[in-house]
């Protein structure tokens, strides 16, 4: 009898120990030091980005850090879409608890965070700060993240899109290797004589351009035209929750479409959707658009096996000046009801915006530092003068008008491929500019008519 | 003189094993390109065997991410869920198997009529339930949606049902009371039931991957699918370290499974005779 | 006093042995699912909750919707292939190695070893096997498919994924099923002059028609639901040919912030799992025979 019941506890007591367990066990923190305050940090950095990333906090951490007694914990969530996901999840379920510190969002996750009650603007954090001044910062990058005339997100990672495109298969097809095409007729024509087809007839082993335009192009494209236009009203959001698309109306996307079909008829273009980078690197396309911020990553991975080179964005014709958008993202913090805490994020905030780690961020990845003394270190324009295809992003930079504007609509993510269905209907199923434009922008219109009225 | 029939049947052998040596080809190339360079895995006619064993990539794999701790979260979400879901299981089942109570029918087949409801289908309302709840980042949130397995109160029932009503009632006569006999008496003979039962929610648990997706936010709490999905996920060009995980977390397994065949499948088998 | 302590909590004992279950039960699936069907006929604001009441008109705009009738097709699409491909796979696998020879025990180690493969390190191994550019399978098998980037073949893809890990338990049910058949049956039907199709068909089908049955409700029903392999490997495309309606619900509801239209396509998914289900037991009642 007694056999039994003994038998019989201990594995019952090992239960409730592991049940218990489990049922409070929680993340356990890294950090044993009780004094420190310790931030979290959100960000979609991965490869080359996110060692250079892991490599800014940890320098932060041993330096500032130590000194002021703080630690952040860097913490990879995805790509841009999944931490804007995660972010508004938690904005949802009204829990600041499961919110990070600071988080780095793209344009895709602005619209999510800008309205929040839990988001502490940066300018409150400049205007109580003496010591950092707005005017360090790239004048264009401040303007594109502020939100009804308030800095809303602090600008960390900068960029244009560039025109990336194989010298070798450009001297092979008889173009000249330092002249990339400047506008989308050139790149038809381009495109054309790159194009390799296999033996057989059938299969493409080059294509001239692979890559379907979709919402970040086009602010570019459609940008850059008239002086400056935009794609929704409010100034693509900028102003206020935009209620429907301007780029009928004003024509932008007609003259766009009717450009790029010239590109497709031409026979070198590719309609890829995914994978486009590493098609370029593995040779199978001789130019394609990407943002800055994949120069290093392309760089090292090309290798020697051809030589890169790097332009502007082709023009849609002649008379689109405008230059391209600002892109890339910012960091935002959230607020967790906590002095301590709020203060660690904003020094760790100014440190990843300071020259000498905006210069290290550069390097690593391609994305311009938006710290203008950075521009003035040696060491920078050293860098430049080895690498200057680094600095291709930055000229174009300064040879854009700083009003065209990232776009913040609600659903970025359906928005993205709707855009891109269309391009390759109208392209592949024969259907005209004009229905395109207005079939998308009756989408497209929906879906921010769908969105006012679920938030009045 | 080899017959007809034994001529078939080699063939049917030979057959099996080039189908059965390509169903597992994916494995073995795993664990093959976990030893490739970036540059070799980037070739074109694509390898088949590495040039060197390097161990770079596994190194990497272990330092640069929480690798094992992902592998210690499914374990402790996957074992602990399935014998959390078992026990509530077994405690249903002996209610309805050997009481008699009023709404008893009524109440039994509200248990099963979840499942109708495909917890995937539901994510969202039970996301926002989750964390109002202040279960998010931690394990009884990933384990929480998982914990009810109507297939196991359902099967339960039907094992205990076999027991002949008449052990219950000497039982109770004798003065034993309920966790006795269930321990003691009930338990035992559904042994197999259990076992299989159990072997079923464990791999369930462990392959789902949506839930503790949006579950988790911390690395440290992700479980092995989803932290394996987060090494160099943009960055389809650094597959390296990917495959070192995936190796680490299967070649484990591949031998148990080889010693457990047995097991696994008699369990399996019987699992469905009761069904 | 304390007998009639005794007496409640004698009576109240079996509730409270299903309490634990019955809790459950409530607070992570009926409860969730009248929420489901509540905001699928409201607007519901961004914080989950609901501002207004609209009856069918979300279904309305859903079935309006190209976009939803893709996810609905792809579906429907997967569970096409997938089902009838993957019963006659491991149908035919389970054949050639039920009958105990010399090398079934190694073979039969071969057909199981999937299932110690997770789904999303599955899926991992073969988005590298697939690439175009770097992957075995079109080198192996000489084609120069772009299986990411033509929608036409990216299904091809999650179908040949989820054969994969459907095998480890599918072949096991089957070889088992195939097993507990009676050898006097079969020796008996041989007597009669039955070859080693009518054997096939006539009599081991039949036979094991309650695990076949089984195999195709539960992959139907997998089906509906397939999400997964989708996130981990293609996210919806090429062009959303990927895009399924468990998949599509995320990217509604969570991605973009839209709970009644992620709700609507909620209850989409149940009335289908829901109708697969009752299929089931119709085709149970007619068509399958128990010894």
């Known amino acids: 009898m007694l056999k039994r019941r003994i038998r019989y506890r201990v594995p019952i007591m090992l239960l409730l120990l592991i049940v218990t367990v489990a049922l409070f066990g929680r993340g356990v923190s890294e950090s044993q030091n009780q004094q420190k305050t310790e931030i979290e940090f959100w960000h979609p950095n991965s490869g080359l980005l996110g060692e250079a990333m892991t490599e800014l906090t940890e320098q932060f951490n041993q330096t500032i850090g130590e000194e002021k007694q703080i630690v952040v914990r860097e913490i990879y969530q995805g790509k841009a879409t999944d931490v804007a996901t995660k972010l508004r999840a938690s904005l949802q379920a009204q829990r600041p608890q499961d919110l990070p510190d600071l988080a780095q969002i793209d344009a895709t996750g602005v619209m999510d965070v800008r309205e929040s009650d839990y988001m502490i603007p940066i300018q409150n954090f400049v205007e109580a700060d003496p010591d950092f001044s707005l005017e360090q910062l790239q004048p264009g990058t401040v303007l594109s993240m502020t939100y009804k005339d308030v800095m809303i997100g602090m600008p960390f990672n900068a960029s244009t899109i560039l025109l990336y495109y194989n010298k070798d298969a450009f001297s092979k097809a008889g173009l000249d290797p330092e002249r990339p095409p400047e506008t989308l007729a050139e790149l038809a024509a381009y495109a054309k004589k790159l194009k390799i087809t296999a033996p057989d007839g059938k299969s493409i082993t080059q294509y001239g351009f692979a890559g379907v335009p979709s919402t970040y192009e086009l602010v570019s494209w459609i940008g850059q035209q008239q002086g400056v236009s935009y794609i929704t009203d409010k100034r693509n959001g900028h102003d206020g929750n935009p209620t429907q698309v301007v780029w009928d109306t004003d024509g932008t996307l007609a003259t766009f479409l009717d450009a790029w079909r010239n590109v497709y008829e031409s026979g070198g273009l590719g309609n890829l959707t995914s994978d486009v980078r590493q098609q370029f690197i593995a040779g199978k396309t001789a130019m394609f658009v990407i943002s800055t911020s994949s120069l290093a990553t392309i760089l090292d991975s090309v290798g020697d096996r051809f030589t890169v080179g790097a332009g502007y964005l082709p023009k849609v014709d002649e008379t689109a000046t405008g230059g391209v958008n600002i892109g890339g993202g910012a960091i935002f913090i959230f607020d967790q009801k906590n002095d301590a805490r709020r203060a660690a994020a904003w020094e760790f905030l100014k440190f990843l915006t300071s020259a000498e780690s905006q210069l290290l961020w550069h390097q690593r990845t391609g994305y311009f530092p938006v710290n203008m003394d950075t521009y003035e270190l040696d060491e920078f324009k050293q860098h430049t003068d080895a690498n200057p295809l680094f600095g291709v992003a930055i000229d174009q930079l300064h040879d854009s008008d700083p009003r065209i504007q990232s776009v913040w609509w609600p659903n970025s993510y359906q928005a993205y491929y709707d855009i891109q269905n269309a391009v390759i209907e109208m392209l592949e199923g024969g259907v005209s500019t004009d229905q395109t434009v207005q079939s998308l922008s009756e989408r497209l219109n929906r879906y921010m008519q769908e969105y006012n009225r679920m938030n009045p | ?275 | 006093m304390n007998h009639q302590k005794k007496q409640l909590l004698h009576r109240l004992k079996p509730y409270l042995f299903m309490a634990p279950a019955l809790l459950l039960a409530y607070v992570f699936s009926y409860r969730p699912f009248l929420r489901t069907i509540a905001n699928s006929f409201s607007v519901v604001n961004y914080s989950g909750q609901i501002i207004d009441f609209v009856g069918l008109e979300n279904f309305r705009n859903l079935f309006a919707d190209q976009n939803f009738l893709t996810s609905l097709f792809n579906t429907f699409r997967f569970a096409g292939y997938f089902v009838p491909l993957n019963l006659l796979f491991c149908l035919i696998c389970a054949l050639l190695v039920y009958k105990k020879r010399r090398f079934a025990a190694f073979n039969e180690t071969l057909f199981m070893l999937p299932m110690a493969v997770a789904m999303s390190s599955a899926a991992l191994v073969f988005r590298a096997l697939f690439n175009p550019s770097i992957g075995v399978v079109n080198y192996l098998l000489h084609l120069n498919i772009q299986w990411f980037n033509d929608p036409r073949w990216a299904m091809g893809m999650l179908v040949v994924l989820g054969i994969w890990m459907a095998i480890g338990l599918d072949f096991l049910l089957l070889v088992g099923a195939l097993r507990s058949i009676p050898q006097s049956i079969m020796e008996a039907a041989e007597i009669e002059g039955a070859g080693p199709l009518t054997l096939l068909l006539r009599v081991q089908l039949p036979l094991i028609s309650p695990t076949l049955l089984f195999i195709v409700t539960t992959r139907l029903r997998d089906s509906m639901l397939l999400s997964g392999p989708v996130m981990v490997m293609t996210e919806g495309g090429p062009l959303r040919s990927t895009q399924t309606l468990v998949y599509h619900m995320y990217l509604e509801g969570f991605a973009g912030g839209n709970y009644s239209k992620g709700s609507a396509i909620s209850v989409v998914v149940f009335l289908l799992t829901f109708f697969l289900i009752l299929l089931a037991f119709r085709a149970e009642r007619k068509g399958v025979f128990y010894q």
């Open chain 2, 1 to 275: 003189m080899m017959t007809t029939r034994r001529m078939q049947h080699m063939i049917n052998a030979i057959v099996a094993t080039v189908l059965g040596l390509i169903v597992i080809f994916p494995i073995y190339w795993a664990f093959i390109a976990s030893f490739f360079s970036s540059a070799e895995f980037s070739s074109w006619p694509p390898r088949l065997f590495p040039s060197s064993f390097s161990f770079t990539h596994y190194v990497r794999a272990l330092t640069q991410s929480p690798l094992l701790k992902f592998m210690f979260n499914s374990l402790l979400v996957s074992g602990l869920g399935t014998i959390v879901r078992m026990i509530i299981a077994i405690s249903a089942a002996f209610s309805v198997a050997f009481f008699s109570f009023r709404g008893k029918r009524i109440l039994f087949f509200l248990l099963l009529g979840t499942m109708m409801l495909p917890p995937d289908a539901l994510f969202i309302e039970n996301y926002l339930t989750v964390s109002r709840l202040g279960l998010v980042d931690s394990y009884l949130g990933i384990m929480s949606v998982y914990l009810l397995g109507p297939v196991q109160v359902f099967m339960l029932r039907q094992s205990f049902k076999s027991i002949p009503k008449t052990y219950h009632e000497i039982a109770t006569m004798d003065g034993c009371g309920d966790f006795r006999f269930l321990f003691s008496v009930v338990l035992p003979l559904s042994r197999s039931v259990v076992l299989t039962l159990s072997l079923h929610s464990f791999f369930t648990i462990w392959n789902t991957y949506l839930w503790p997706l949006l579950v988790t936010n911390d690395p440290n709490m992700r479980t092995a699918q989803v932290g394996i999905t987060m090494l160099g996920y943009a960055d389809s060009l650094d597959y390296g370290p990917v495959f070192a995980a995936i190796s680490l977390m299967v070649l484990p397994s591949v031998p148990i499974f080889v010693l457990m065949r047995n097991r696994i499948a008699e369990g399996i088998k019987a699992g469905m005779a009761v069904g």
